[in-house]
């Protein structure tokens, strides 16, 4: 039979079991603590910076501003789309009518894209509008 002993030496061991000891909380600290708000209430329950609008300045008539713009029209309103909705919009309906893709890659090239990626910011209302008429739901 093989006998083997060992021997370690920690001479620090009871200082540091003793300020172990000394730190861990009571029963009690651990009982009575009040627990922490969630950080998630701090952000649902925030208030919304609120910023004034101002207000659209009109110029009166008679004046000179008034009298360069009088006569134009108002400029039409066009709807802002990302290319994520022009690209879905378009998948969509390729996948309902594939018979569309040849128009749709000659839309495509009206302004001057092979993709709809390669579709400049300032064309993506009206090409989302032509795929519209073609029955793109956007």
Request: proline share 12%.
């Amino acid at each position: 039979m093989l006998e083997v002993n060992v021997n370690v030496r920690f001479p620090d061991l009871l200082e540091i079991l003793e300020q172990f000891k000394q730190n861990l909380p009571t029963l009690n600290d651990l009982v009575n603590r009040q627990p922490e708000p969630p950080v998630l209430n701090d952000l649902v329950n925030r208030q919304p910076e609120v910023t004034p609008t101002p207000e659209p300045s009109i110029a009166p008539p008679g004046s000179p501003a008034y009298e360069a713009t009088k006569d134009k029209p108002l400029a039409e309103t066009t709807p802002v789309f990302t290319l994520a909705q022009v690209a879905r919009a378009g998948a969509d309906l390729l996948t309902a009518k594939p018979a569309l893709q040849p128009k749709l890659i000659e839309t495509l090239g009206k302004y001057g894209a092979a993709t709809v990626v390669d579709l400049k910011p300032e064309h993506l209302a009206a090409f989302a509008d032509d795929i519209r008429k073609m029955g793109a739901k956007i």
